[in-house]
């Protein structure tokens, strides 16, 4: 495989990852807590080992052989109280500040209703991908899946645009986390989690699965793009539709469809009717593969090398090579490039 397939970032700069420089409340919180805790202990670390060096260079032995031992002190009763009540102060206002952190972070999502320019979407975390199911948006109901790329609206003057997430497992333990945007929930199998965050930045927020789920943990990649609400809503109304029929294709629609493709992928409107792999409906809406592995270009170049054998880019992901003959392949990568 062509190697610069692994280093393309599609074009873009390289992303700020950082929970320091936070674009949504909830991190926001999570940042104010670390830099409050990092003060308190970095307070408690120069004053330990500044006594301990001074202890160090005044009380060094001075001569080869000291003979008088210092005067030992045993039991001074205001020593003892001041260094049990000053520990439990701190641990207690660290306690205080960490429940007010938690408080504004873990939001109980509210009822779905017109007019709360609220978006919900159930996220299914599996090996290793991302499943996006898109529930309810300003209280209509939406009803369509999509994978790895998360859309949302951006928020703007007065007008908060949240984002309440649910979070399952279909498999393993993985844990959603876009570091500007919100904390690390964990996916667990056989429970449902929930997290929310909003922003009014728009653009690509990366982030990336933060917990070990498998061989292919560290490539289960993770997009937030961020979009005007305009551009959110026209991305909307294209993901509620079926796909698109383009006559000229059926042959690749037909191969496609006589493939082992169709038992593990949907595309809405075909007899495509798998749950088990990324919904292909509007596969070239987005801009990777692989769940962020590798740009999803539009000559349709990665794509073929991806069906080609994506274990050769994925190692031990669920989709294998199925051997099809070049022409099969082509007619396959020719419909599914139609798939906007
Ligand atoms: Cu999913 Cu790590």
């Not at 950082?18 to 120069?46: K, V, Y």
């Not at 653009?203 to 993770?222: R, T």
């Not at 082992?260 to 749950?275: E, F, I, K, L, M």
Request: contains cysteine; charged residues 20%; glycine residues 6%.
């Amino acid at each position: 495989m062509d190697l610069s397939l692994l280093f393309a970032d599609g074009g873009q700069a390289v992303q700020d990852l950082s929970t320091f420089h936070p674009a949504s409340p909830s991190a926001e919180s999570i940042r104010n807590l670390s830099i409050l805790i990092l003060a308190i202990t970095g307070f408690i670390f120069i004053v330990v080992e500044g006594v301990l060096i001074h202890s160090i260079i005044r009380f060094r032995q001075r001569r080869a052989l000291e003979t008088v031992e210092p005067p030992q002190v045993y039991g001074s009763q205001p020593i003892e109280i001041a260094w049990t009540v000053a520990p439990a102060l701190i641990v207690m206002v660290i306690v205080l500040v960490t429940i007010r952190t938690l408080w504004e972070v873990n939001v109980k999502p509210p009822e779905e209703k017109p007019g709360d320019n609220a978006l919900f979407v159930t996220v299914v975390g599996r090996q290793w991908w991302w499943e996006f199911d898109y529930d309810h948006y300003n209280g209509r109901p939406l009803g369509f899946v999509t994978a790895n790329e998360l859309h949302i609206p951006a928020s703007e003057e007065g007008v908060p645009r949240p984002v309440y997430l649910t979070l399952k497992s279909a498999d393993v333990c993985h844990s959603f986390w876009v570091p500007r945007l919100a904390g690390k929930t964990d996916l667990i199998p056989g429970r449902t989690n929930q997290m929310w965050f909003q922003t009014s930045e728009r653009g690509l927020f990366l982030g990336q699965c933060a917990e070990f789920c498998g061989p292919q943990h560290a490539n289960m990649l993770l997009r937030v793009v961020v979009d005007s609400p305009q551009e959110f809503q026209n991305w909307l109304e294209n993901q509620q539709r079926p796909a698109v029929e383009d006559v000229a294709l059926r042959d690749g629609k037909a191969a496609f469809l006589a493939q082992s493709c169709v038992n593990c992928h949907r595309v809405r409107g075909t007899r495509s009717q798998g749950g088990y792999a990324p919904d292909l409906t509007h596969l070239m809406s987005r801009q990777t593969l692989g769940s962020g592995m590798i740009p999803n270009n539009s000559d349709g170049k990665n794509l073929r090398e991806w069906i080609a054998n994506p274990q050769v880019i994925k190692p031990e992901c669920l989709m294998p090579a199925f051997g099809l003959t070049d022409r099969d392949r082509n007619r396959i990568v020719d419909y599914l490039r139609t798939l906007r």
